[in-house]
């Protein structure tokens, strides 16, 4: 089927794009990647929350 | 490096961009597979092989839309991670669950029953294939709820507490989050509002053969069935439009306000039918707010709080507080979130050094003002009100073409029943060009939900400011082009895919 084959190619090329190029490349986990367990991650976002942002 | 307004910016314009590619899909998925489930029940009823092609060829459509809409919306997900991670970190355990139930059973149950609805029409047995499409159509808009509810969490943030020791908001009643009356009524305005584009798009591309005099019989038969479809979603609209407008002016008056462009409130507040705002006009000014208008009155009162008398509270009432109506000003809630903010502060360090009595009393300081949290981040008052013009226009194109819609189903509905819907090429015309007009109406709706409700990322609990990621602007500015391109692309496939589908016509299955 044609009509098939195509959507399967687009999705496919579509899938690689998003998953292995954008998201490896552009997306990393911002908390993830700069902090090891989630105790650091949450002492982070609490400073966040109260640094004074006058 | 510091939250700058070029980063927040570039970050909100990026996830806005994501978002409204995504939206171009969606709708017409909700819409198309609830009209071919319709057309395919016809078929198994009478055994017409007529009806039996016609529900092929818009399948072939539905298969074009999901296969190139399939994951755009995963790349809001890679932006929560990346761009918002402080909000992702705050909200993690609220939105978590129905992404999760979305993800492991709507969007899994949509996919498989696809596979059989597209290549199994000759490998299972006619009832089989029926199921599998109304499951499909039933799929689609489980997979818009569960959204929906995270949505309608945001807009209105209930059934969580806040833990001071993870910063992150947890769930403790998840039936309060599941029937948030805001999220109930965005998700029947939603899933509604997609009937009606895809009801839209299925008598356009009908008018398009008619007016080409081909594919007749095929043209006529999807009308009937895009036009009443279309009809009875457009009354349901009309209903869950007026309960999504009572939930606004609960939870977000603001929002109302700036959707009427309503600055000094008033009792017996009419709506604005047409209107031209005055763009020098300022919050606290004298200025009229419009250069020209025409109002509906009372119809705002009874739209907000379903009484003809009610009050309506304007922008300005809103700012600087009306004591009349018990409404507290920005900058008192202002003073609430700064001490919210502060006892937070305190309980930190109070807990840090281990002195646990007087972190205790910090926390409840922290507790009894933390309702308002999110306005001890706003610099000034004006801060909490959203781009007025923005709003306004949004929410008038909105329903404005949902009453065309409406007009357009009833009339296509009339001419396609007493067979003289071929004569009447300006409405054919009309059908055909209404088809964008239904995609803008999808993405002014988007506008006002969203944009209406800035500066919040959580109503009350969350500026935008502070639930961006600390990234640099450049990397965001740099995405954005990049998935502005990406999503062109695909936008230019799905639209010449389409029109190539639509040219060979159903004769071509």
Redesign the interface.
């Known amino acids: 089927m044609k ?2 084959k ?3 190619l ?2 496919a090329i ?2 690689f ?2 998953f292995v190029i ?2 490896w490349i ?7 990647t700069k902090f090891d367990t ?1 105790a650091q ?2 002492r982070y ?2 400073e ?3 640094e004074s ?1 006058e | 490096m510091e939250h700058t307004a070029e980063l927040i910016d570039w970050s909100r314009a990026q996830f806005a961009l994501t978002a409204l590619y995504h939206w171009l899909f969606v709708p017409l998925t909700l819409g198309l597979t609830f009209i071919i489930a319709i057309m395919e029940t016809i078929y198994v009823k009478t055994g017409d092989a007529w009806w039996k092609k016609t529900t092929q060829f818009w399948m ?1 459509i539905l ?2 839309n999901f ?2 809409g ?2 755009t919306g ?2 809001m997900e ?2 929560f ?3 918002w ?2 909000y ?3 909200v993690g355990d609220i939105f978590g669950a129905p992404l999760a139930i979305e993800g492991l059973m709507a969007f899994f149950m949509e996919s498989t029953f696809f596979a059989v609805m ?1 290549f199994g029409w000759e490998k299972v047995s006619k009832k089989m294939h029926l199921t599998s499409t109304w499951l499909v159509a039933i799929g689609s808009n489980l997979s818009a709820l569960w959204i929906l509810v995270a949505n309608g969490w945001m807009q209105h943030p209930v059934g969580m507490t806040f833990n ?5 908001n947890e769930m403790h009643d998840f039936a309060a989050v599941f029937f948030n009356p805001n999220a109930v009524s965005k998700f029947l305005h939603t899933i509604s509002s997609g009937y009606v584009l895809a009801s839209v798009f299925v008598i356009g591309i009908s008018a398009w053969y008619l007016i080409k005099r081909r594919e007749v019989m095929f043209a006529k038969r999807s009308m009937i069935v895009a036009a009443s479809f279309g009809l009875l979603a457009s009354l349901f609209m009309l209903t869950s439009g007026d309960q999504s407008a009572y939930e606004v002016a609960q939870s977000q008056p603001m929002k109302l306000a700036a959707m009427e462009g309503l600055y000094k409130g008033e009792e017996r507040a009419g709506i604005i039918a047409i209107g031209l705002l005055d763009r020098e006009k300022e919050l606290g000014d004298e200025k009229e707010p419009f250069l020209f208008s025409v109002e509906i009155p009372n119809a705002l009162s009874f739209l907000g709080y379903h009484s003809l008398n009610a009050f309506v509270p304007g922008i300005h009432d809103l700012v600087y507080g009306n004591e009349k109506h018990h409404i507290m000003s920005v900058s008192d809630k202002m003073k609430e979130g700064k001490l919210a ?1 502060s006892a ?2 305190e309980y ?1 360090t109070y807990k840090k050094e281990g002195k646990n009595t007087k972190a205790e009393e910090a926390l409840q300081n922290f507790r009894a003002h933390e309702k308002y949290m999110g306005y001890g ?1 706003l ?1 000034s008052p004006k801060d909490a009100v959203p781009n007025v013009a923005l709003t306004f226009y949004s929410f008038h194109t909105m329903v404005g073409l949902g009453t065309w819609f409406l007009i357009l189903f009833i009339l296509v509905l009339y001419f396609t029943m007493i067979n003289e819907i071929e004569k009447k090429r300006w409405l054919m015309y009309a059908a055909l060009w209404s088809i964008p007009l239904a995609y803008v109406a999808q993405e002014c709706g988007w506008i006002v939900a969203e944009a209406g409700r800035q500066p919040w990322a959580i109503q009350d609990l969350l500026p935008v ?2 639930a961006a ?1 600390n ?1 640099a602007s450049s ?1 965001v500015m ?2 954005f082009w ?1 998935f502005a391109v ?1 999503f062109t692309g ?1 936008l230019i ?1 799905e639209v010449k ?1 389409m029109l190539t ?1 639509i040219k060979n016509g159903p004769e071509a299955h």
Do not use: H
């Open positions: 009509i098939g195509k959507l399967w687009l999705i579509k899938l794009i998003l954008i998201k552009f997306f990393p986990n911002f908390l993830k989630d991650r949450s976002i609490l966040q929350l109260t942002k | 072939t298969a074009i296969a190139i399939l994951a995963i790349i890679f932006e991670g990346t761009n991670s402080n992702s970190w705050i597209f001071p020791d993870t910063a992150r903010v937070l502060s930190k981040y610099k400011g502070m990621s990234v990397s740099i995405t990049l990406l695909l496939a895919i589908q």
